[in-house]
Nanobody, 123 residues
Framework: QVQLVESGGGLVQPGGSLRLSCAAS????????MGWFRQAPGKERELVAAIRWSGGATYYADSVKGRFTISRDNAKNTVYLQMNGLKPEDTAVYSCAVGYLWVGATPSEYDYWGQGTQVTVSS
């Protein structure tokens, strides 16, 4: 079993920054993909960024390229999502997830999920 716990969400003004964390426990993750998804009200859940635990390959959605950075700390079994230049359209519940495929682009390709953290970008 895998447990994922997110933190770091909140309210920020447009142009501001937030860093989300996802602490993983329960299994080793050397062959996993860690993804950050987001879901805004009335919209489908979408993959924002992903990182391959082994090797560190990364993926970004076009909408966040150049603004968001995904990284991992192997010693802490934690994945981070640094979000800079936030826009109102980034407002959503952000969830981390663990899957086996690279790169799984749909929620069904991920097996374990965190509870989600709200990010609100508003003035």
């Amino acid at each position: 079993q895998v447990q994922l716990v997110e933190s770091g969400g909140g309210l920020v003004q447009p142009g501001g920054s937030l860093r989300l964390s996802c602490a993983a426990s329960g299994r080793t993750f050397s062959t996993y993909t860690m993804g950050w998804f987001r879901q805004a009200p009335g919209k489908e859940r979408e993959l924002v960024a992903a990182i391959r635990w082994s090797g560190g390959a990364t993926y970004y959605a076009d909408s966040v390229k150049g603004r968001f950075t995904i990284s991992r700390d192997n010693a802490k079994n934690t994945v981070y999502l640094q979000m800079n230049g936030l826009k109102p359209e980034d407002t959503a519940v952000y969830s981390c997830a663990v899957g086996y495929l690279w790169v799984g682009a749909t929620p069904s390709e991920y097996d374990y999920w965190g509870q989600g953290t709200q990010v609100t970008v508003s003035s």
